[in-house]
């Protein structure tokens, strides 16, 4: 197992004693720390924050849990490819109040690392981290082996919030500890070491441009995909499959629906002609 797969998996082994020693850390350099269970819980959370610091929300609760979806995608999303974005500070509402996705959370130093582009872009008043809660990581020293793999123009640490004398900093952080579904993939023996990714990207669709994709905390990729279509037939089990289900376990009727599809494709979707034969024509031929 490689370096950073090690460290991975000693995380999610002992995932609890680094949460509590992460939020000792940063509870105790000042910062606040939530844990929610969800990206709606997360924006009710952020909307109250904003209204008591009388910050209009421009979209809402619903705005910010958008925000919130590409901030910290679930991870099963994430490996799916589905659309989001590079960590960076998005402001609520110009000032006032920050929303960031964190890369890594460091334990013994009580430490938020933002990795990615424009991280210092905003600075606000009040700054509100997202999080998975499997982002720990133990010492910062790890830092050395996990930063390089997901790169950024730029990169910064938050150990909490200005203290006296500091010229730069929010005056308040939030870390918000999201659960979203972790927790169940942490139980899951098949599952639980997609916990262990990094986001690097290496292994999104169209980020390997034709060489190799080789995991660098050792994710088994190639059954990641059978992995996750395990939830696919709930997504898929409508009529539009019971009926392709029952047309295909019935060789005439597959034959004939088939006939019917080559007579009215092309003119109804406008697709190149098929090829003058179809595969059973041509078997038959072929054994005569
Ligand atoms: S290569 Fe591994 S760590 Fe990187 S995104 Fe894919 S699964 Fe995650």
Not at 23 to 43: F, W
Not at 140 to 159: C, I, K, N
Not at 214 to 237: F, G, K, N, Q
Request: glycine share 12%; proline share 5%.
């Amino acid at each position: 197992m490689t370096k950073p797969a090690e460290i991975r998996a000693h995380v999610l082994a002992n995932l609890d004693h680094y949460l509590a020693e992460l939020e000792k850390q940063l509870t105790g350099q000042g910062g606040t720390v939530v844990y929610l269970r969800s990206a709606d819980e997360a924006a009710d959370y952020i909307e109250l924050l904003a209204r008591e610091r009388e910050v209009r929300v421009t979209g809402g609760a619903e705005g910010i849990r958008r925000q919130i979806e590409q901030l910290e995608p679930r991870l099963e999303d994430y490996l799916k490819g589905e659309p989001c974005v590079a960590v960076e500070s998005v402001a609520i509402e110009g000032s006032g109040i920050g929303l960031a996705g964190a890369a890594f959370l460091i334990a013994d130093a009580g430490a938020i690392c933002l990795a990615g582009e424009r991280t210092g872009a905003a600075r606000p008043r009040v700054q509100v981290v997202l999080a998975g809660i499997e982002k720990v990581l133990p010492r910062m020293r790890d830092m050395a082996v996990f930063l390089p793999l997901v790169g950024g123009s730029d990169v910064r640490f938050l150990t909490g919030p200005r203290r006296a004398g500091e010229l730069d900093g929010p005056e308040e952080l939030y870390l918000i500890l999201l659960d979203g579904g972790r927790s169940e993939l942490l139980a899951n023996q098949e599952k639980r070491d997609l916990l262990r990714c990094v986001r690097c990207g290496d292994c999104l669709p169209g980020q390997a441009g034709g060489r190799a994709v080789t995991c660098p905390v050792a994710i088994d990729i190639e059954s990641l995909p059978l992995l996750l279509r395990e939830e696919a037939p709930a997504e898929v089990s409508g009529w539009k499959f019971r009926l392709w289900g029952f047309v295909m376990g019935r060789p005439r009727l597959y034959e004939f629906a088939g006939q019917m599809l080559r007579a009215f494709w092309r003119e109804q979707w406008g697709l190149p002609a098929p090829a003058a034969k179809t595969f059973r024509q041509l078997w038959r031929e072929g054994k005569k």
